[in-house]
């Protein structure tokens, strides 16, 4: 069964730091999402992309967070300056028109 | 906006207990709705989904039906086994266009199964 592929699994990294979660979404799955999930807490919608730009974000997605598909396979999700309560679980899925959701199995990220 | 809630956790049960989790929604016009489930240490895991409403969704012994007059998406099982247990987290589709879906979760309940 296709599977969606994330990238480290496991993150640790100093306050202030660039931070890039990588993904490989399901080859031919045209929408792609990141969700985080803060220890204990519901999982939370980020962004949404398709055809390269983002088609929706939610007020979590500031400016300290970017998305970009670089190459045909790679979803990649940056955060430029990481702050402590950046640490969550990331999830990226993918959908096709109509279709359920796949999900990564997650990076966990840690700020310290 | 829309949200769901769910029954706060932990659920505690002994192997082969029946188990009911509640979840309730909130939404404007016609929602999917979904169970994930998060084994330790793992990511999500669709369990079972049900697009309109009186559809019953089952997977794995678990189910639930889409009751839009108490817009509620119940999970039950029968008889739970020591491997069910994991957070279980009720989700609905917030569906913008005809291909974009948004999922809103719940907080997520933690089922603890016992021998």
């Known amino acids: 069964e296709p599977e969606v592929t994330q990238t480290p699994s496991h993150q640790v990294t100093q306050m202030g730091q660039e931070v890039i979660l990588r993904c490989v979404p399901i080859s031919n799955h045209l929408y792609f999402y990141w969700y985080r999930q803060i220890l204990g807490q519901k999982v939370e919608f980020l962004v949404s992309?398709?055809?390269?730009?983002?088609?929706?974000k939610s007020e979590i997605f500031d400016d300290q967070f970017s998305v970009e598909r670089p190459d045909g396979s790679n979803f990649t999700l940056k955060i430029r300056s990481t702050k402590l309560e950046d640490s969550a679980m990331y999830f990226c899925?993918?959908?096709?028109?109509?279709?359920?959701?796949?999900f990564g199995s997650g990076t966990r990220l840690t700020v310290v | 906006g829309n949200s769901v809630t769910q029954m706060e956790g932990p659920v505690t049960l002994s192997e082969e207990a029946f188990l009911t989790i509640n979840c309730t929604y909130t939404a404007t016009g016609y929602p999917s709705l979904f169970w994930y489930v998060q084994y330790p240490g793992e990511g999500l895991q669709l369990l079972l989904k049900a697009t309109k409403a009186d559809d019953k969704g089952s997977n794995k012994g678990f189910e639930a039906t889409y009751r839009k007059e108490t817009t509620s998406f119940h999970l039950e099982k029968g008889s739970v086994q020591v491997s069910d247990s994991a957070v279980y987290f009720c989700a609905l589709s917030d569906r913008v266009n005809t291909g974009f879906q948004k999922l809103v979760f719940g907080t997520g309940t933690r089922l603890l199964v016992s021998p």
């Open positions: 992309f398709y055809n390269n730009e983002i088609s929706e």
């Open positions: 899925a993918s959908t096709n028109s109509g279709g359920g959701y796949t």
